[in-house]
């Protein structure tokens, strides 16, 4: 929100009140207070009839420093509160040099002069990270009498910000106006569903607001020099979190927020659905998976979107009995052609069920003040949303979805959650306007916590489109109603890797386009996209995605690169639990893979798939594609071709490539079954590398399902003409040298240890 009227006035009505100096300090080991005037101090009587600030400073964790300003303490403080499972007992050092305070957790400190004008530096690697300056510090009361309170950080030169959640804007925030408000508005506007009070920037760190409401951010977009950040309320609190690389910084701070948990390895595959207002009953889902299975494209999931279940009634949970007389039996047939179940399901009652008159008389619906259940008519008639934050109501609602589950459904696609009403009361007390925000949090985790609980660990798995700070623990998470254009497929990217850099491990899209029906063009090169995710749906809104709709090649097209995603199964689920372990998200935008690379700073139409494979999607319909490569020489795996860096490359491309580069002194695993996303992938795997330096040295680690197969190791090791691979696999391996046409020699089981000749 905007305050100042250029650099030197108010706007109308607003009045601003900001820290100038230290009036007092009080410090222990571990943290220290500071007592800020809002005016200059020379003699007593100036203490009276103004306000005085209390800034309090800590640390939660090794590398994280939290500030908290306090205008008025005794303001009610309501919920909800974002969970901080990392933050554990101080972690902080206090040091006073003469009128100096300096608060050190790791490498980052916190250092202010209380003799001095107000000013806090945060310093590591004896530089300053960024600061809090003369406006830095305070409250503004506006013309409607409400009480801001504000923080600003400084952005240095040539500094670029990144994240606040899934935003389909520019990438490098810079200049924008930033609201943390969930919104229902689709991929094509400044409003999003995932909205993160986190962003990070090219100086090695990130800085989290620990306000569950609405926080308004002006990012160099006021003070063009300065990262703004502004809540209504009492108090305001954000942690600086140090890297000092960009991984480093999502390492520590999904350690403080939460974990992505770790999906189940069946999901990698391809994702079908009936998808949303089009007409479907039995037939038409075992037309659709006859059709896949004829023209050899392996089909995971199937997922039943919204109608499913009656019209006017969602969410009942029970079956259209016209179009499905039968689910139980259609689930155990799908269970036996080898597929998994996803079910459409939303946080709303609609009247005409059955359920509502229930909620309503048990109390599980959100009210009015006046005692009145919560109704309007956008989206289903009549509807009321369930009260979360009742642990009854939470069981009850649960409760209608452990039916579904015994009868046969995996997983659900839990949609909306983000038109969330102010004027309600909640059954916790909490403060509606803070439960904007975070309503999805509590919806997300009552499902995944139930397929946890019924499935078991590492089975559990959503396809959920609202989330806040912390819901990254509750993968995965899709990208919302795009169109079906090239314009949309980039803006559906750029969000998805805003989401990755604001501490989310698991993404995905509608594959060809949520609205409208894509062009052929647009279907194949949205599939290649889609399927060189971490998760790959095929989705619409009026029509059909299946491959066939959309031509021969299509067909071509998806049966290659569902192929592809099964062979490079064991590299996604070890990168599935890098993200699980660290935060680090699968699709990476390539400043987290090369930060020190000015060029990779701003790229935003491709990304690294893990740590050692780069994706350029296709955006246009002759198939030219412009992209950048790092230093070093980067081999496509589809064709074999090299590309030696840093430059920019322009490309021409059939729809049966693109550029997908594997890394300078890189080892690829490939699976032998291109079947199935789950296999015993360690059982004649082929390790393919790339332009292998001489003295490079890779461990790759095979990993396993619960089901399949075991963990291999892999050592190797380049020295002269010679490679050599150690390895504690008893299973049969081969090893390819460079792209598909490349030499390739095969290990039998059981040798710890091979040399093979290595020419560039």
């Known amino acids: ?49 103004s306000p005085l600030l209390t800034v309090e400073c800590w640390s939660p964790a090794e590398g994280i420093i939290g500030v908290r300003t306090t205008h008025h303490a005794g303001s009610m403080r309501r919920g909800p509160e974002f969970a901080l499972p990392g933050a554990g007992a101080d972690a902080g050092k206090v040091r006073r040099d003469g009128a100096v305070l300096e608060l ?24 300053v990270l960024t600061s809090v300056g003369e406006r830095g510090t305070g409250f503004v009361t506006d013309a409607e009498g409400r009480h801001h309170m504000v923080g600003q950080l400084a952005l240095e030169v040539g500094e670029l910000v990144y994240g606040l959640g899934e935003r389909f804007t520019p990438f490098i925030k810079n200049g924008q106006v ?145 179009t499905f007389p039968d689910p139980a039996g259609m689930l155990a047939r799908l269970k036996e052609r080898g597929l998994r179940v996803s079910a459409w399901i939303n946080p709303y009652i609609a009247q005409k069920s059955e359920l509502f008159e229930e909620a309503m008389r048990e109390g599980h619906l959100v009210r009015r003040a006046d005692g009145s259940v919560w ?127 604001s501490g989310f491990g698991f993404w995905s899209h509608d594959i060809g386009g949520f609205e409208g029906t894509p062009t052929p063009t647009v279907f194949k090169r949205w599939v290649q996209f889609g399927l060189l995710s971490s998760h790959s749906r095929l989705h619409g809104s009026k029509s059909y995605r299946v491959p066939w709709d959309y031509g021969e090649e299509a067909v071509e097209v998806t049966r290659e690169f569902t192929l592809l995603k099964h062979r490079l199964a064991p590299y996604l689920q070890r990168a599935a639990q890098q993200a699980h372990t660290t935060g680090v998200p699968v699709m990476r935008a390539m400043v987290l893979e090369f930060p020190d690379d000015p060029t990779a700073a701003v790229l935003d139409r491709q990304y690294m798939l893990g740590e050692d494979l780069l994706v350029a999607p296709v955006f246009t319909d002759d198939g030219t594609v412009e992209y950048y490569v790092p230093e070093g020489t980067w081999t496509n795996i589809l064709t074999g071709a090299q590309v030696t860096g840093p ?46 330096a001489d003295g490079a040295r890779r461990t790759v680690v095979i990993p396993r399902t619960d089901a399949l197969g075991e963990t291999a190791r892999f050592d190797v090791h380049r020295e002269g003409g010679r490679l050599s691979i150690t390895t504690d696999s008893q299973h049969p391996w081969r090893l390819r040298i460079g792209g598909p046409g490349g030499t390739v020699y095969t290990n039998t089981a059981g040798r710890a240890r091979a040399e093979v000749r290595y020419e560039d």
């Not at 408000?181 to 400044?190: C, I, L, Y």
């Open 1 to 49: 929100m905007k305050f100042t009227d250029g650099y030197w006035l108010m706007r109308p009505g607003c009045t601003a009140r900001y820290a100038t100096e230290v009036a007092d300090a009080r410090a222990d080991d571990h943290r220290m207070t500071l007592y800020a005037p809002v005016k200059h101090v020379s003699r007593r009587g100036q203490t009276l009839n």
């Open 104 to 127: 050190s957790s790791g490498e980052l400190a916190l250092r202010v002069d209380t003799e001095q004008p107000w000013r806090l530096e945060f310093t590591a690697g004896g530089r």
């Open 178 to 322: 930033v609201d943390i408000w969930q919104a229902d508005g689709g991929t094509s506007s400044e409003q999003a569903y995932k909205n993160i009070p986190f962003h990070l920037t090219n100086r090695g760190y990130g800085v989290f607001v620990n306000h569950p409401g609405k926080v308004a951010y002006e990012v160099g977009s006021e003070a063009v020099g300065q990262v703004q950040f502004s809540v209504e309320d009492q108090s305001l609190e954000y942690f600086v979190v140090h890297g000092p690389t960009p991984k480093q910084v999502l390492d520590r701070y999904t350690a403080l927020t939460g974990r992505p948990a770790m999906p189940p390895a069946w999901a990698l595959g391809l994702w079908l659905t009936t998808s949303f207002t089009t007409d479907y009953d039995e037939a038409t889902v075992s037309r659709f998976i006859d059709g896949m299975a004829e023209r050899g494209i392996p089909l995971s999931v199937f997922h039943f979107d919204c109608f499913w279940m009656r019209a006017y009634q969602w969410c009942d949970f029970d079956w259209d009995a016209e």
């Open 375 to 501: 109704q309007w008519d956008l989206w289903q008639p009549g509807m009321a949303l369930v009260d979360f934050t009742s642990p009854a109501a939470r069981d009850w609602y649960t409760g209608k979805l452990r039916t579904l589950l015994a009868q046969g459904v995996d997983c659900f696609k839990t949609d909306f959650g983000e038109r969330v009403p102010t004027d309600v009361v909640w059954h916790d007390g909490s403060d509606p306007e803070r439960m904007h925000n975070y309503y999805t949090h509590l919806y997300n985790q009552a499902v995944f916590d139930l397929l946890r609980k019924e499935r078991g660990e590492g089975e559990a798995m959503l396809f959920a489109r609202s989330a806040t700070a912390g819901g990254q623990q509750y993968p995965v998470h899709w990208g919302g109603d795009c169109d079906s254009t090239f314009g949309a497929m980039a803006e559906s990217l750029r969000g998805g890797l805003s989401l990755g850099l």
């Open 647 to 692: 430059r920019w490359v322009r490309e021409q491309h059939g729809f049966h490539t693109l550029p997908l580069l594997a890394r300078p002194d890189s080892v690829v695993p490939f699976a032998a079954d291109d079947r199935h996303p789950v296999s015993a992938w360690a059982d004649d795997v082929e390790l393919r590398i790339h332009a292998f």
